[in-house]
Nanobody
Framework: QLHFVESGGGLVQPGGSLRLSCEAS????????LGWFRQAPGKEREGIAC????????YYAASVKGRFTISRDKPKNMVYLQMNNLKSDDTANYSC????????????????????????WGQGTQVTVSS
């Protein structure tokens, strides 16, 4: 059974940085495309970054491109999200998730599969950006 534990969230001022971590268990990263999505109160889930197992390619939502970086540590079964230049609009609960795939998935593919029920995710960590 896939299990995720996210950490690293908190309160940060606009312009600040946070690094989220996700410890995955119950599977190895080899067969999965991993990523992060976020959800703010009253809003739909938004896929923000994913990283493909097949070739290490990464995809980002336009709202975070250039500010956020996703990475992984296969031996440790960890996925990270470095978030820089945070804005108030980044306030949300951030969850890591995995979709099993032998092929490269774009951000749209990955989030579509998650929303269709073809994946697993954790409970998330709260990020609040406020002065």
């Amino acid at each position: 059974q896939l299990h995720f534990v996210e950490s690293g969230g908190g309160l940060v001022q606009p312009g600040g940085s946070l690094r989220l971590s996700c410890e995955a268990s119950g599977f190895t990263l080899e067969s999965y495309t991993l990523g992060w999505f976020r959800q703010a109160p009253g809003k739909e889930r938004e896929g923000i970054a994913c990283i493909n197992n097949s070739d290490g390619s990464t995809y980002y939502a336009a709202s975070v491109k250039g500010r956020f970086t996703i990475s992984r540590d296969k031996p440790k079964n960890m996925v990270y999200l470095q978030m820089n230049n945070l804005k108030s609009d980044d306030t949300a609960n951030y969850s890591c998730a995995a979709v099993q795939s032998a092929f490269r998935l774009t951000m749209q593919n990955w989030m579509g599969l998650l929303n269709a029920g073809f994946g697993s995710w954790g409970q998330g960590t709260q990020v609040t950006v406020s002065s």
